[in-house]
């Protein structure tokens, strides 16, 4: 995953964590730093993140309403 543009998470938020085939929810923490290859597009519905080395997909929306991207 190219990561290129930075978000911080301004409140906890849910992400989807996929091992093994299974996938499993997960609050991602206030002031946690998500990296993302692309920035969201409109009709996006889910986006790949970056946290703690760690793939997540977490809803488009959910990252345009509550994080903020950190400028380079």
Same mark, same amino acid.
Do not use: C, H
């Given at each position: 995953?190219?990561?290129? !543009?930075?978000? !911080? *998470?301004?409140?906890?938020?849910?992400? *989807? =964590?996929?091992?093994?085939?299974?996938?499993? $929810?997960? $609050? %991602?923490?206030?002031? /946690? *730093?998500? !990296?993302?290859?692309? +920035?969201?597009? /409109?009709? @996006?519905? %889910? *986006? #790949?993140? %970056?946290?703690?080395?760690?793939?997540?997909?977490? =809803? /488009?929306? @959910?990252? !345009? #309403?509550? /994080? +903020?991207?950190? +400028?380079?």
């Amino acid at each position: 995953m190219s990561t290129s !543009r930075q978000y !911080r *998470i301004t409140s906890p938020t849910i992400a *989807i =964590f996929s091992y093994g085939g299974e996938r499993t $929810t997960v $609050t %991602l923490p206030a002031e /946690a *730093i998500v !990296r993302v290859s692309v +920035e969201p597009q /409109a009709g @996006d519905q %889910l *986006i #790949d993140v %970056l946290w703690n080395g760690n793939k997540y997909l977490m =809803f /488009a929306q @959910d990252l !345009r #309403d509550r /994080a +903020e991207r950190i +400028e380079d």
